[in-house]
């Protein structure tokens, strides 16, 4: 019977059995399921099906039978539990202004994580020197780093064709456009590499690990320097035909002339209600005499940023409360806008800004009811990221390993064991 069941594992799988692979796969990893009967329960595969692809992936490292679980009568069942530490992934999460690097295990879990200031303006050959070189010492620093590397996730502050990895037109990131990140990696690690912006990854780590667990429609709103959206919906993460989905800091709000949006149009939220939006604010507050707390951070940091504005906020300083909370209801207002058009369970605010006194996550929440559909907010809670700054790198390697163990992908690699060492796995989103 084993012998049968080795041979088994070692012939090519059919399409039909790798389908019910991958399902059972799901299951286990994503913790839906965690023994036989349940996964028989909740797939509707056969329960010889699933044992004989539960033994598969036994066999191939990916699932450990466990302790044995709570008995509901007969036979107690065996806790059947994903493998997280058969590998690892390296992640790293450029932003506007920072670089975040981070190891983890196969479940998202941080084995090592190190941020630190860095200007996208630099360029890609720069940043992504430097994140070499991160690697590289997260490698070299790091104990116990589980089994070989499987793969690579990059985030950049910016729309990615998500087939390519490649950046398109990216407003703030000059000499980034059309760079091939994902090839610079691939020949550098030999492990599959995936490249996204950084807000699908906030959304991805939220929904994963952090505050939208559970949920399947999900709008996770990053406002940072700019502003942008990821979105969730009915239990996958939605990019959109060429991966630009919820690029919603350039929708038009305003015809005023004045307002010159860094992409180069007139109106756009971002240029209202971005962080660099509120930094300038802040500025003109400080200049104009409205504020002495601005003044003072003026005086002392020779600019008054976003963060500047959020802890005068803090102090009960009323221009800066007010600066906050309009653009709180700015964004709050696209966001009914959002909220009537695709009706989600759960609007999450992250990013720098988001971590600003209640009274911004108060006047986004106000303006979302007041415009909303009283049937699409009747249920909708409206929170901040649970996951603070590691949300983009667990959301990153979470975009990884979804990548790796897609019906698409998994086939290319299983054979050869692990996807870092598989000559034949083709990179690139799987088609
Ligand atoms: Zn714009």
Redesign the pocket.
Known sequence: MRRVMDLQAHAPLADEALDALVTVLDEIRLGRSRSRSELVARTGLGRAIVAQRVGELVDRGLVTEGDVGPSTGGRPPRRLTFRADAGHVLVADLGATSIDVALTALDGRVLAHHDEPASIEAGPEAGLDRVDALFETLLRTTTGIPGRLWGVGIGVPGPVEFESGRPISP?IMPGWDGYPIRERFTERYGAPVWVDNDVNLLAMGEWRSGVAAGHDNVVVVKVGTGIGAGIISDGHIHRGAQGSAGDV??IQVTEDPAVI?????IG?L??LAGGGALGRAGEAAALEGRSERLRLALHQGGSVSAQDVARAASFGDPAAVALLQSGGRRIGSMLASVVNFFNPSLVVIGGGVANSPDQFLASIREAVYRRSLPLATRDLLIQRSSLGGLAGVIGASSMVVDQLFARESIGRWIEAGDPGGSPTFSLGRAS
């Open positions: 407003p800091g350039h949006c860094r992409c180069g149009n756009c971002e240029a």
